[in-house]
């Protein structure tokens, strides 16, 4: 520990939270470290140079390693929704009413600097028998908490986590209750777009709707029979070369793929969702129904490359061949042996020619069609 970092802490009782502590203790990768203080006040923190970045309750930014340092504090409910918050932060706050505010007992887990562990609600034992359980019964003031939990699970199903019995009722009541109705689109998909993230995914979805949650959050997605099941298989079936941070991203695509256009306009405008996963979601199902055609001729595949605006985004046609290629491999290779003919022709050749406005527009569409006629009838 740096000097300077010595002199902003000296005097400080400070803990380390949350996942940092939860995820050491399974030998987990641990990406950010928070810290809850207890005992001292927002102007005593700032005169030691931590930056404040809480808007509504007291969080600061250490001058040196950034992390997070919290005060500890305690909520009340006051509203609906993930907001309808009263939060009290004050030297009088203990670190175990603070972390009594908790979601899952393996998150109320708290180190200090030195390693040693305070565990007032058990999470290091459900840590051990793989449970998910929450904290309190004030568990179901905070509808967030039910996503939270199916995210969790998503996360961890593969180490033999389940949610506890009690847990599950929680998360049921609070479905029941209509509160879920109140979380902002941003929150949802905050927690949705980590949960596509996480080692399975499809855990995540068939958990709201086990609990309910899906019908009332994304009903377009809550579908009964073959078509969900469906659906969360295709999940880890996904183009190889992927980088990591597109994997949320074809994630969401395959999930939605079979929903049609206004499903996903509807789906997409509940959610707020943003642009990139839109477009992607439309041109796998684009791509899907080329897939589902006995044998697609010149005119659909010419169709199909305008519809996901393959002459302007060229880098969008070979990931979603090799989407396809996942289920028709022929097709696929016949698909990418046609692209590469077709894009070689260039709308300047025919400028060259005399082709201009309309006319240039519609050589350009008949000459495409006929290599792509051509090629696809090898």
Request: glycine share 8%; net charge negative; charged share 30%.
């Amino acid at each position: 520990m740096s000097g300077r970092r010595e002199r902003c802490l000296a005097g400080l009782k400070v803990y380390r939270v949350g996942g940092a502590v939860r995820d050491a203790r399974l030998g987990w990768p641990t990406v950010d470290t928070d810290w809850v203080v207890v005992g001292t006040t927002p102007e005593e923190m700032r005169r030691r140079g931590f930056r404040p970045v809480g808007r509504d309750f007291p969080v600061f930014l250490h001058p040196e390693t950034h992390e997070e340092y919290a005060l500890a504090r305690t909520e009340r409910k006051s509203g609906h929704g993930y907001t309808g918050f009263e939060v009290h932060a004050s030297p009088d706050v203990t670190l175990e009413e603070d972390l009594a505010r908790r979601d899952l007992t393996i998150n109320a887990m708290a180190e200090t600097p030195e390693g040693e562990l305070v565990d007032p609600y058990g999470g290091l034992a459900d840590l051990q028998a793989r449970v998910l359980r929450h904290v309190s019964p004030a568990f179901v003031e905070d509808p967030l908490r039910v996503l939270r939990t199916a995210r969790f699970l998503a996360r961890y199903a593969g180490l033999g986590f389940d949610i506890a019995k009690e847990t599950w009722a929680l998360m049921h009541e609070l479905v029941a209750s209509g509160e879920l109705e109140h979380l902002v689109a941003e929150r949802v998909w905050t927690e949705t777009e980590k949960a596509l993230g996480e080692t399975d995914p499809a855990v995540y979805f068939r958990t709201l709707k086990e609990c309910a949650g899906l019908a009332a959050l994304m009903p377009e997605l809550d579908e009964e029979g073959a078509a969900f099941d469906e659906a969360l298989a295709r999940l880890p079936r996904l183009p190889d070369g992927l980088p990591e941070e597109e994997r949320p991203r074809w994630r969401w695509a395959r999930l939605v793929e079979h929903l049609d256009a206004a499903r996903q306009q509807a789906l997409g405008e509940r959610l707020h969702l943003p642009r990139s996963y839109r477009d992607l979601g439309r041109q796998a199902a684009l791509t899907r129904e080329l897939k589902l055609c006995d044998t697609p001729d010149a005119a659909r595949v010419h169709d199909w490359l305008d519809a996901i605006d393959a002459w302007r985004r060229r880098e969008r046609v070979a990931p979603l061949i090799a989407l396809l290629a996942l289920d028709d491999p022929a097709l696929a290779e016949q698909l990418e042996r046609a692209w590469r003919s077709v894009s070689r022709l260039e709308a300047r050749e025919l400028v060259a020619e005399g082709f201009q406005g309309g006319a240039l527009g519609e050589e350009l569409a008949r000459r495409r069609r006929a290599i792509l006629q051509r090629e696809l009838s090898r």
